[in-house]
């Protein structure tokens, strides 16, 4: 970073040079591609990108060990932990004791949502829970035209997995934090979390997802998993250990509208999904974030669509039904008009590209 010109006033430096090695413990020389994605997390306001990005392509990774070789597992990495009130348990039962018998106790995984809790609210739970340790939750696989997502599966995993089953909600992912958020974040942790504008929650609405409680003591479909804003069909002594979620193979659709493209907040989100027959709709999935409590789907919408054609005309007045179904609140992200015209536009934004005259289209009915 140096020798390249890459650190100045040095604030961003340690960041930078972090994320990097990061990079670094899977390959040993990097693409311009895989900088730039890597380093998305990171901003530096001296120098500008093109020396950090410059000093990450000079760096030959073979000449340093990577940081799993320097820092192997211990023989007892394995074991249950218990530090005062914060518990790290090897098996399931031991985890589901502990939050029964320590009220209020707040799981933590990656952190990502609980440690802004704690760094901006000064959020300090009662008892916290680990649930890293348990390594029947690490899974993820595909079964039955459906994927399983154990608790432990990181928003990157995850995002990998993905990358070719449901290549829709992927380019949703990669838009998705930072890399260091989602090598940490998980996607139980996302949906748990309970965010009326968590940006997975959407698609697992119009895909039906099930969440599978202890084990498979419960499973809870998530549209019922939301009672209100943060509140959720959870006992005291459960633990969200996966969740099944659904390959959408009809025509599906998803928006992320943010005020930047990369790294930001969204004001609101939507999963458009229709089953098709020609040119009919036979049925309608709809589901918006960012306009109610919890995300949510627009049943009367829905029902509008179902047995139409796929006309502009349609979705123009599915639009303004759908305006008419949701009370959206205003918010440092947009204000409650904003959200009511983007409700409305994106029907008709998902014809234009779903049905709408393409160049290869319209050369067709030429
Ligand atoms: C810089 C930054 C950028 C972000 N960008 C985005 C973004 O683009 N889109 C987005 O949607 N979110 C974003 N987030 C939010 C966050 O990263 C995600 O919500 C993430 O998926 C949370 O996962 P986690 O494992 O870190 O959860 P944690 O913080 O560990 O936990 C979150 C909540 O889930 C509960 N929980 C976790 N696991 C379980 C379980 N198994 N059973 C029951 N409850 C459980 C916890 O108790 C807690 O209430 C961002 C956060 C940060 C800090």
Redesign the pocket.
Known sequence: MVQCHGAQCGYCTPGFVVAMAGMFESCDRVTEKQVRDGLT?NLCRCTGYEPIIKAALAVDGSASPKMRDRYPTLPDADDSVTVGNFAAPATLDEAIAFKRDHPGC???????????WVNKRNYAAPAMLS?SKIAS?NEIREEDSAIVVG?NT??ADFETFITDRIPELARIMA????P???N????????????P?????PYLFVAGAVLEMNDGTRTVPIDRFYLGYRKFD?QPD????RVRIGIVRDTLKLY?VSRRKD????AFTAAIRLAMTGDRIDRAGIAYGGVAPTVIRLPRTEAFLAGKSATLDTFEHAGRIARDEIKPISDVRGSADYRLQLAENIMAKFWYEVFGETPARRLAHA
Request: charged share 10%.
């Open positions: 997390g707040t799981i933590v995984q990656g952190g990502t949502d609980v440690g802004v649930l939750l608790a990181s928003l838009i998705f934090g930072s260091q958020i989602k940490a974040g998980t996607l139980v942790g996302n949906i748990a979390n309970g965010s504008i968590g940006d997975t929650i959870l459960e633990i969200i250990t992320k790294l930001d907040i969204s």
